[in-house]
């Protein structure tokens, strides 16, 4: 039922920002979904892959249970 929406404008990777939404939005009431738009590419650096990748290991490893129903990732 509940949203959060994080735009990143380029320090998503580089200062592991978008690690800070996940953590933040599980602490938030009430929310269950987490959509986090992230560029595609930033200072030639292709940050979308990246997040991309690192949040499909979080998930196929199952190490790591999180609060949310599901996290939406939009590439721009």
Not at 1 to 22: C, P, S, T, Y
Not at 38 to 60: I, P, Q, W
């Amino acid at each position: 039922m509940g949203w959060v929406l994080e735009v990143e404008a380029g320090r998503a990777v580089d200062n592991n920002q978008f690690l800070k939404d996940i953590f933040q939005a599980c602490m938030m009431h009430d929310v269950l979904h987490l959509a986090i738009a992230v560029r595609n590419t930033y200072r030639g650096s292709d940050d979308f892959a990246k997040v991309e990748s690192f949040l499909e290991t979080l998930y196929v490893s199952g190490r790591l249970q999180l609060p949310l129903k599901g996290i939406l990732l939009i590439g721009y």
